[in-house]
T-cell receptor, first 109, second 116 residues
Framework: QKEVEQDPGPLSVPEGAIVSLNCTYS??????FMWYRQYSRKGPELLMY????GNKEDGRFTAQVDKSSKYISLFIRDSQPSDSATYLC?????????FGTGTRLQVFP | DTGVSQDPRHKITKRGQNVTFRCDPI?????LYWYRQTLGQGPEFLTY????????KSRLLSDRFSAERPKGSFSTLEIQRTEQGDSAMYLC??????????????FGSGTQLSVL
């Protein structure tokens, strides 16, 4: 079993839709949770960083962590075609990040 | 540009050749990471340094792979006797780790390796 599990998609939504991306993790020692966005043939770009359970909002993006169920989510409101990318969830203790497989998202006009 | 810089962006080599990649981290960052990513997969941890010390290597990492970070600045990743299975994107990332650990990793654009 992978330490961080993520549905690879692809996920296809119309412009303006609310997108929900989800991951589960198995290691209770994970303290930090991140979401990265990766465009084709580019390096991952940090989108959201959370430490504790609860919600964190940044513009159209909301990251949610539920440590009791080991579940992390990213919500994208008013999705745009420019949001089309692969979204990677990641978790860490005090050293390396462990990534999920990534979910490919396509937002069509 | 003050981000993580990787060189080269692309490398094509023949099976059995050695290749070396370079990474220049964000200047104030003390940690440097190497990851490998294949198509349709998330980045896979290879190794990381804190300053010049290599603190961890993945068990999956073949002994054909070696990484250095002399003087705690830039890092190089060398692959000896390349195999077709080494074809992947090699990603470098850096972070600042202090007394209140804050593991925000910032990635470079990667080096795409193709082994023919």
């Amino acid at each position: 079993q992978k330490e961080v599990e993520q549905d690879p998609g692809p996920l296809s939504v119309p412009e303006g839709a609310i997108v929900s991306l989800n991951c589960t993790y198995s290691n209770s020692a994970f303290q930090y949770f991140m979401w990265y966005r990766q465009y084709s043939r580019k390096g991952p770009e940090l989108l959201m960083y959370t430490y504790s359970s609860g919600n964190k909002e940044d513009g159209r993006f909301t990251a949610q962590v539920d440590k009791s169920s080991k579940y992390i989510s990213l919500f994208i409101r008013d999705s745009q075609p420019s949001d089309s990318a692969t979204y990677l969830c990641a978790a860490a203790n005090t050293d390396k990040l462990i990534f999920g497989t990534g979910t490919r998202l396509q937002v069509f006009p | 540009d003050t981000g993580v810089s990787q060189d080269p962006r692309h490398k094509i080599t023949k099976r059995g050749q050695n290749v070396t990649f370079r990474c220049d981290p964000i200047s104030e960052h003390n940690r440097l990471y190497w990851y490998r990513q294949t198509l349709g997969q998330g980045p896979e941890f290879l190794t990381y340094f804190q300053n010049e010390a290599q603190l961890e290597k993945s068990r999956l990492l073949s002994d054909r792979f070696s990484a250095e970070r002399p003087k705690g600045s830039f890092s190089t990743l060398e692959i000896q006797r390349t195999e077709q299975g080494d074809s992947a994107m090699y990603l470098c990332a850096s972070s600042f780790s202090g007394s209140s650990t804050n593991e925000k990793l910032f990635f470079g654009s990667g080096t795409q390796l193709s082994v023919l």
